[in-house]
């Protein structure tokens, strides 16, 4: 639908974007980046980017953001790439005696919200059991300075935590962005989820909270190394 010229601008584009937290414009990308074209060019580029629908501009005088549908083909674009065993820090040691304790899951709880700088939710799903933090990393990202922001992320995570059952993972890890999120209030978040079997019989839940402009690359990776971890632990 978009051609490789306008691919590689919406990747860089979306890259600033959750570096920066703020909207890029034409003239940054001519600035920092070589695209080989002038800046008027990279501005039709991005207009013809806008008209598709995978950038938008949050008030009239202001630089482009991604939308869900551009979230979406950066995550797929890499997804399928990142091996199990490409891990992005090391969580060895969180596992005793071939089996998962409590308190083993609340240290992982704890070590998965600094390393991703998002909320973290482990959950045994049968046994209504489940373990969070995060929330003093996640208030520090730019989009939480917004009163309203913390409100809708509140109201967010009251309906994930009743409401989990509408997650249908099939033992894999699954990325919904915005809009593709299963909760009505989950339009302004991206959650990265997977469940692992342990012991043969017990599901194990992660789920992974946090702005739309989150670090899908790390994170995803961050998910992967868990779940490999327990597939050898386990």
């Known amino acids: 639908m978009i051609t490789d010229r306008q691919r590689e601008i919406l990747d860089v584009i979306i890259k600033e974007y959750i570096d920066s937290a703020e909207p890029v414009s034409s003239h940054i990308l001519a600035n920092k980046y070589k ?17 598709f629908g995978f950038l938008e501009k949050p008030y009239i005088s202001s630089g482009r953001i991604p939308t869900d549908k ?35 899951v609340k240290k992982l709880t704890d070590i998965l919200a600094n ?8 959950s045994f799903p049968k046994k209504n059991i489940s373990w969070q933090a ?12 917004d009163k309203d922001f913390i409100i809708k992320f509140l109201s967010f995570l009251e309906e994930f935590s009743k409401k989990q059952e509408r997650l249908d993972l099939e033992l894999k890890t699954k990325v919904f962005i915005g809009c593709e999120n299963p909760f009505k209030r989950g339009n302004h978040f991206s ?44």
Request: hydrophobic fraction near 40%.
């Open 35 to 51: 695209f080989g074209i002038c800046s008027a060019t990279i501005r039709i580029e991005m207009q013809n980017l806008t008209y």
């Open 70 to 104: 551009a979230y979406r083909v950066f995550v797929d674009s890499f997804f399928q790439n990142i091996k199990m065993e490409d891990r992005a820090e090391n969580l060895n040691n969180i596992f005793e005696d071939d089996a998962i304790k409590f308190e083993a």
């Open 134 to 145: 995060g929330l003093r990393d996640i208030i520090k990202e730019p989009e939480f300075s």
């Open 191 to 234: 959650m990265i989820c997977s469940e692992n079997i342990l012991n043969n019989k017990e599901r194990l839940r992660v789920s992974l909270i946090g702005p739309k402009r989150m670090n899908y690359y790390k994170n995803i990776k961050l998910i992967n190394s868990l779940s490999r971890l327990i597939e050898e632990n386990i």
């Open 115 to 122: 390393k991703s700088s998002s909320y973290i939710i482990i």
